[in-house]
């Protein structure tokens, strides 16, 4: 028998993986509640975050429970044909036939659907959905997963035909029906074969509620993770906790992917009797960030979308005009697991964090030709003064091509110095970023191990780096840059602190643009760079 494990891949099983309770994560007394009134709604949630694990075990408790036949049905497979409406109906009603004879053991509907045409698929699925109704001896309730994976006129007219027959409900159509995806329905902006945009309000206007599946909480994450230690004995330093709930915030994916490197991918960690430190945690936390899994991949993907790039731009670049953002997008971008809005717009999580503005310079950082060694003293720690010296002299003659290069021209800057400063420290140190709507900065923790052999164990070099775009007056710009950058470097426990000042205005020469002067800040000195 295989051991319990981390689940990083697909739907979390019992009695196979570690599992937070899915029906107490759906908070299963409101879904009995709906399904008793015969409700429609939506249950939805970023990527990975346990949706299909949830909705399974809520058709098991149902169809254990004897009162209603539940089924689930992923259809996924439908998105491929996306304007192609007769076939997109035939697999979505194949589907719903199939998972019948899986999970239900019942083969009627594949043998109904083997009998249509499906000439009019404009009434397919809800014909179908009807005979199901018609033929059960319990009432029906319909699951449907990946609902907005669809497109265009198959989307819309799954939506309409399930609206159709709303109101045969119980005896000639499920009797409930949950539709379940990463976006709420209000944010499908469905462009129809006739280029007319249609939202999913108007198109499901039968909804009764929209759920949220959130994170797991704090609480249950240590609890997730010490099901492990009770499993194994294996011990975790209690100082990676609060890591690894900065990190990930409760992200499921984020916090099985991150047990399963430590416990199963790290050999010298397989062994239970060997207790893992916080820096075997920061290990694997780093290597998840260079690994570019699926799940990373995916999420940055999502910055080419137009919504998600004004409100991640605003965020990188720290612009206060963010009141321009539509609140709906803001909304949306949170309904993806980017961002959350309380108590402040902010990344939902340190690897998110990380991974974006670094997907965003990847293929600009490996471009830059500049090498480590030159920025090394002899007790080997980086001369910041010689790495900004080169910076600004890149900058000057570099910035304007490159930064065009950027997708996120807004914050081209800030993601231009963050290249250059990941080239240099990759494979030695770390970088931790602080940004936000409205903050006006971008805080860099530049960390670097000052012993190669002992690493982060042994004595480390911390440099403090405020980036500020200069909007008004310099004297303004740099009397609020320096309180920020002395209050970070005490926060942060920094030994040197550096302010770089980014002037974007055309007219102005580069020979004023680039300069460098030493300040002091409470009773902090602290080196300002102009670029």
């Not at 100082?239 to 990930?248: K, N, Q, R």
């Amino acid at each position: 028998m295989v051991p319990l494990f981390f689940n990083n891949a697909g739907p979390s099983v019992p009695g196979d993986h570690y599992v937070i309770d899915p029906l107490e994560r759906i908070r299963i007394t409101h879904i009995e509640q709906l399904i008793a009134e015969r409700r429609y709604f939506i249950l939805h949630a970023p990527r990975q975050t346990g949706k299909t694990t949830c909705l399974l075990a809520l058709m098991d408790h149902l169809n254990r429970q004897g009162t209603h036949h539940a089924l689930y049905a992923n259809i996924e497979a439908a998105q491929a044909l996306r304007e192609d409406v007769p076939q997109a109906i035939r697999t979505v009603c194949s589907v719903i036939a199939h998972r019948a004879k899986t999970y239900l053991k019942d083969t009627r509907l594949i043998s109904y659907i083997k009998d249509q045409t499906f000439d009019s698929p404009g009434d397919a699925l809800t014909e179908l959905l009807t005979h199901w109704a018609e033929i059960s001896d319990r009432p029906t309730v319909l699951l449907l997963d990946e609902i907005d994976s669809l497109v265009g006129d198959s989307l819309i007219s799954v939506l309409r035909q399930i609206r159709a027959g709303y109101a045969q409900r119980p005896a000639a159509f499920p009797a409930s029906l949950i539709l379940c995806g990463v976006r709420d329905v209000r944010d499908y902006r469905i462009v129809s074969r006739g280029k007319d945009i249609i939202t999913g309000g108007s198109a499901f206007n039968i909804k009764a509620t929209s759920l949220r599946l959130g994170n797991f909480s704090e609480a249950e994450t240590r609890a997730f993770w010490q099901q492990h230690t009770t499993a194994t004995g294996q011990v975790f330093d209690a100082a990676i906790f609060a890591e690894l709930w900065a990190d990930t915030r409760g992200q499921p994916w984020l916090v099985n992917a991150l047990g399963y490197e430590l416990t199963r991918a790290t050999p010298h960690l397989r062994d239970p009797a060997v207790t893992i430190t916080r820096e075997d945690y920061r290990a694997v936390r780093e290597k998840l960030i260079q690994s570019r899994a699926t799940h990373l991949d995916q999420l940055t993907d999502k910055l080419k979308e137009k919504r998600v790039h004004q409100v991640i731009a605003a965020m990188l670049s720290g612009d206060d005009h963010h009141d321009k953002i539509p609140t709906d997008d803001l909304q949306y971008v949170a309904d993806l697991g980017l961002i959350a809005l309380r108590p402040s717009a902010r990344i939902t999580n340190r690897i998110y964090q990380e991974t974006i503005p670094r997907e965003l310079i990847w293929s600009k950082q490996v471009m830059i030709t500049h090498k480590q060694h030159w920025y090394l003293t002899a007790e080997h720690r980086l001369d910041m003064h010689k790495l900004l010296c080169a910076f600004q002299q890149f900058f000057r003659e570099q910035s304007a091509s490159w930064t065009e290069r950027f997708d996120y021209k807004e914050a081209g800057p800030q993601l231009l110095l963050q290249a250059f400063l990941q080239r240099i420290v990759n494979g030695g140190g770390r970088i931790t970023r602080e940004y936000g709507l409205g903050r006006k900065r971008t805080d860099l923790l530049v960390e670097w191990p000052t012993d190669e052999q002992t690493g982060f164990l042994g004595e480390v070099q911390r440099i403090v780096l405020e980036l500020k775009i200069q909007y008004g007056s310099l004297a303004t710009t740099l009397a609020t840059g320096l309180r920020q950058t002395a209050d970070y470097a005490a926060q942060c426990g920094a030994d040197t602190a550096h302010l770089l000042i980014f002037n974007r205005r055309p007219e102005v020469s580069w020979d004023d643009k680039i300069w460098h002067q030493a300040r002091s800040q409470d009773q902090r000195r602290i080196e300002v760079w102009g670029l």
